[in-house]
């Protein structure tokens, strides 16, 4: 089992930029993949952003080119950096491995863009 800490989240207005940060309870060095899903007000949660632990990644069309994912396999830690922030970036944002472990799911951290 590993639990999932996320941080980073707050209010910002839009066009600024927010680093999200993810800390495992043991090292996330065994999962191959690890990404951050974020679920809008009404909304369901979907996945934004992934690495492998080969280090490739994957954005969806909606954040691609203001969203960076990375990993820190040594301190456990996947960070996601949020840059030209919109209104529509809106959501709770949570870390998990790829698929999702159902009893990973975190608190979240919520970012709010304000235009």
């Known amino acids: 089992q590993v639990q999932l800490v996320e941080s980073g989240g707050g209010l910002v207005q839009a066009g600024g930029s927010l680093r999200l940060s993810c800390a495992a309870s043991?090292?996330?060095?065994?999962?191959?993949?690890m990404g951050w899903y974020r679920q809008a007000p009404g909304n369901k949660r979907e996945l934004v952003a992934h690495t492998t632990s080969g280090g490739s990644t994957h954005y969806a069309d909606s954040v691609k080119g203001r969203f960076t994912i990375s990993r820190d396999n040594a301190k456990n830690t996947v960070y996601l950096q949020m840059n030209s922030l919109k209104p529509e970036d809106t959501a709770v944002y949570y870390c998990?491995?790829?698929?999702?472990?159902?009893?990973?799911w975190g608190q979240g951290t919520l970012v709010t863009v304000s235009s």
């Open positions: 043991r090292s996330i060095f065994s999962f191959n993949v």
């Open positions: 998990n491995t790829v698929p999702a472990r159902r009893d990973a």
